[in-house]
């Protein structure tokens, strides 16, 4: 088995782990994403002028910003397929700006899919490349695989951008600060527990400073922790990592949650 039936298996374990009803959810959401992006898609390729615009808009962007631009693609689709993974709904704040780096998002994936083809008419390539698909996928019939089956198709792809960029198969190993979103969404919580301390400080949790909850259950003074989030996004008693800004160590991070869920749905020691 390749490395790249390995990370499908860890998607397909995760995913055996939902409920029905997540799993119903899931597809529902993916349906309507999806949408969203055939019509942007469509949008381009029958619009002669927003077309051009948008190949105008990605020819100006430095080779850094595209890949950027492709990574906060490929982490969408990744963050839509493991929407019911995450321990909260604390969220990144790396995605997809507006319509505007979405379609060019999906105009340069495209792109780089027949890049391997000596095509000068890139509208009629991509054309035939996006027909081709969604005829693919009509073949599949009106089943929730047919609607999963790009999505995890994107997640691989996604993981394999990352080593591609980064050079690295184990992980990012640079830390990252938690995301700005995920900090101001940390509730704050009343800790009546005598005994209870801060491990950042050693000092008691019932006194009178802010207390807040890690999405681990791990409680902390906010004054505390807070300088800590700044630089990692790490819980600093059990390692529990919060989403992040930096896109390839959210990436990482996603990918250590799926990798996490799959075990859970491989063993079936998890129960939604």
């Known amino acids: 088995m390749d490395i790249e ?7 397909m374990g995760a995913l055996s782990s939902l409920s029905s009803r997540q ?3 899931l597809i529902h959401s993916l349906a309507s994403d999806s949408l969203l992006k055939h019509q942007r898609l469509f949008y381009l390729l029958t619009s002669p002028l927003h077309f051009s615009q948008t190949l105008q808009y990605i020819e100006s962007l430095s080779l850094h910003q595209k890949t950027m631009l492709l990574a906060r693609l490929l982490l969408r689709s990744l963050h839509k397929i493991t ?3 995450e321990k909260s709904k604390i969220s990144s704040g790396v995605g997809i700006a507006g319509l505007r780096d979405l379609d060019a998002g999906l105009l340069l994936l495209a792109l780089c899919e027949v890049s391997d083809t000596n ?3 890139w509208h009629q390539r991509i054309t035939d490349h996006v027909l081709t698909n969604l005829l693919s996928l009509y073949g599949l019939g009106a089943s929730g695989w047919a609607v999963l089956g790009p999505y995890v198709d994107m997640a691989i792809k996604c993981r394999r951008f990352v080593i591609a960029v980064t050079g690295q198969c184990n992980g990012v190993a640079e830390k990252a600060a938690a995301s700005a979103m995920a900090v101001v ?3 704050l919580v009343e800790c009546g527990g005598v005994g209870k301390e ?5 000092e008691g949790l019932e006194g009178g400073k802010g207390v807040c909850e890690l999405p681990c259950g791990h409680v902390f003074h906010w004054l505390c922790v807070l300088p800590w989030l700044r630089k990692a996004n790490t819980c600093p ?3 529990f990592e919060l989403p992040t800004d930096d896109v390839f160590c959210e990436i990482e991070r996603v990918w250590r949650v799926v990798i996490e869920r799959s075990r859970w749905g491989l063993c079936g020691d998890y129960c939604c």
Do not use: M, T
């Not at 039936?5 to 860890?10: I, L, M, N, P």
């Not at 801060?198 to 050693?202: F, H, T």
């Open 83 to 85: 929407q019911f993974f």
């Open 119 to 121: 095509h000068r008419n």
């Open 5 to 11: 039936d390995r990370w499908r298996e860890a998607i």
């Open 198 to 202: 801060c491990v950042i400080c050693k």
């Open 23 to 25: 799993f119903s959810l």
């Open 185 to 187: 969404s940390l509730p």
């Open 237 to 239: 008693y059990c390692r």
